[in-house]
């Protein structure tokens, strides 16, 4: 996921990157994952975000559920890296 915004439409944390893991996502209300903050000053901050498509054209969005990941904000523009 190269692209994603914060569901609020305001960064979801501080400028910076955070690892994170994948602990909801759903094709069906707008395409949108959840993720936790899972080390540093944030850690298990939830940052809910939607997507541009479909959540990585994954037949089942859960198969997401417990993916590690990079989450990088700057200038207030949230990117997801999933490993």
């Known amino acids: 996921m190269s692209a994603t915004t914060p569901t609020d439409g305001e960064a979801p944390l ?4 955070y690892d994170v893991l994948v602990v909801d996502a759903d094709n069906d209300s707008g395409p949108r994952v959840e993720l936790v903050v899972t080390a540093g000053p944030a850690k298990g901050e939830t940052v809910t975000l939607r997507t541009p498509g479909p959540l990585s054209g994954e037949s089942d969005p ?3 559920l417990g993916l590690p990941g990079t989450l990088t904000i700057t200038g207030g523009h949230p990117t997801l890296a999933l490993e």
């Open 14 to 17: 501080a400028d910076g990157t």
């Open 62 to 64: 859960l198969d997401l």
